[in-house]
Every structure is written in C-alpha cells, then in structure tokens.
C-alpha cells in the first residue's frame, strides 16, 4: 500500500482493515499519533486527511488514498514553530502531554476553517479528551491564537485567570 503523508509516499505493507493509526505509528515510525480509546471518542489519535481532523483509530487504512494528503503532528510544521504549537508551549497547556498532539491537530483545524473561532466553535470542533482536564487553557489559546494575540503577555494573563 502506499500513503501520502507529511509530504512524502510511503509505502508499506498491511491489512486493509488495519485502522490508520497503527500503520501511522507501527508502519510508519510516527508515534507522536496516540492510541487512547480506540473507538473514536478520546481524539488522541486525530490527524488530519486533506485538512480534516480525523480520528485515525477508526479508520481503515484501506479507505485513505494514496492520492489524499495526510498530515500528522510530525508533519505540522518542520521545527514546531506552527502558531498552535508555539501557543501551546507559551502558555503551558499541555500537563501530562498524552492527549496534546490530537488537541494541536484539532485546533489547527479549526483555526484553518475559521480565523477567529466563538466558544460555541470550539466546544463543537474540540471534542478530545484530556484526562488532566486543560480545556480552559486549550480554549483561551485558541482565542489567543485567532486575535494574534502576544502568547506571552497573554499567557500571564491566562495562568492568573485559571486559578480563578
Ligand atoms: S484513540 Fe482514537 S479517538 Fe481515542
Ligand atoms: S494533558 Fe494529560 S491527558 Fe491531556
């Protein structure tokens, strides 16, 4: 079988069930992808396929062309310099990191389709799960991100309004 991702082909062998995870992280050696539920609710394994966030845990590898463009977090920018993951870092999201790099790939997402994304927007595209509970802190970077905003200066502002 043959994949495009992060830019290059890849070939490899495997089962046309095999969900793209596995492929992605057994096949392929990127193991920034994560496996946490397995049935499409957790979003740690979120990549995206032509700009798509998709949960790759449930997709067979069979059903992704050679032809559709996937990107995983590897392949998001060449030295983690995209804005999401430059806000992530300036504003300390991340804690236990597990569940981060599908949070990345879905705010990326959402920020592509829409440059300055309402609450309700981010509640309705970031449906991963993070067990160390970051939602507040995901959300105000996202809104910092959209307004341009400086994610230092910012992110003083965002650590003193979460110990609210
Ligand atoms: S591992 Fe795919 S959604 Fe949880
Ligand atoms: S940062 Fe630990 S699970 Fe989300």
Sequence with gaps: MKLHV???VRE???EEDTPLLWVIREQLGLT???YGCGV???GACT???DGEPTRSCVRPVSTVTAEQKIVTIEGLSL???HPVQKAWAALDVPQCGFCQSGMIMAAAALLKQKKNPTDADIDAAMTNIC???TYNR???AIHVIAKGGDVKTAGLDIVEGSKA
Excluded: S, Y
Aim: proline share 0%; net charge positive.
């Design 12 to 14: 490899f062998e495997a």
């Design 79 to 81: 030295d983690g310099n």
């Design 6 to 8: 992060n830019g290059q």
């Design 32 to 34: 920034g992808t994560k």
């Design 131 to 133: 067990r160390c509970g």
């Design 40 to 42: 499409a609710q957790c």
């Design 47 to 49: 990549v995206h396929i």
């Design 138 to 140: 995901v959300r105000k």
